[in-house]
């Protein structure tokens, strides 16, 4: 894609990475308000963006829809919309999955507060090197952290892991969601 311009950032891999998973677990998808549980046809993922005033997160409405491309290309216009400070409410409503990631600041793990009314939010560190074994060897390898906050009115844990290690096998094997 950058042969045509198009720069693909972690977060854009990881909103469709994330939107595969919300495939595999659709109850995952799904937001609290009024006091009734609402599981959302598709998957639209808010995306954290630190500003000088304070976080802001706008929403990929129907990633779930959309190619990498269109996805790169919506976060990209949707963070240039809040850097510059042009957002709207629309542009910061209708999400059910949030991705807050800190790896650019050095941070490999921390815990992320749920946006009401979605019903979880993913804190993303920073990918790093770190010792692994691969078939009985020791070897360094490339490493994230991903760590889930859920809403336990919607999502309970054994739900949530079933997301999360549908995400993992995902983003350990992105063919699987790329093509």
């Known amino acids: 894609l950058a042969e045509t311009g198009v720069k693909v950032s972690y977060n854009d891999l990881l909103v469709k990475a994330v ?7 659709p109850c995952i998808n799904a937001v609290y308000g009024d006091d009734e549980i609402r599981t959302a046809k598709h998957t639209s993922v808010g995306i954290a963006v630190a500003l ?15 190619t990498l491309r269109a996805i790169a290309g919506e976060s990209r216009r949707l963070i240039d919309a809040a850097r510059g400070g042009g957002l709207t409410q629309d ?21 992320a507060i749920i946006n009401r009314p979605e019903s979880a939010i993913l804190a993303v560190g920073a990918i790093i090197d770190m010792p692994a074994v691969l078939n009985r060897e020791l070897t360094i390898r490339p490493m994230m952290n991903i760590t889930a906050s859920f809403d336990h009115r919607i999502i309970d844990g054994g ?9 993992k096998k995902l983003i350990e094997n992105p063919l699987c969601f790329l093509v």
């Open 19 to 25: 939107c595969a998973a919300a495939e595999e677990v």
């Open 52 to 66: 000088d005033g304070g976080l802001v997160v706008p929403v990929i409405k129907n990633a779930d829809t959309m």
């Open 91 to 111: 542009m910061m409503s209708g999400g059910t999955i949030t991705i807050s990631n800190l790896g650019m600041y050095g941070i490999d793990r921390f815990t």
């Open 159 to 167: 739900v949530g892991a079933q997301f999360m290690s549908s995400l």
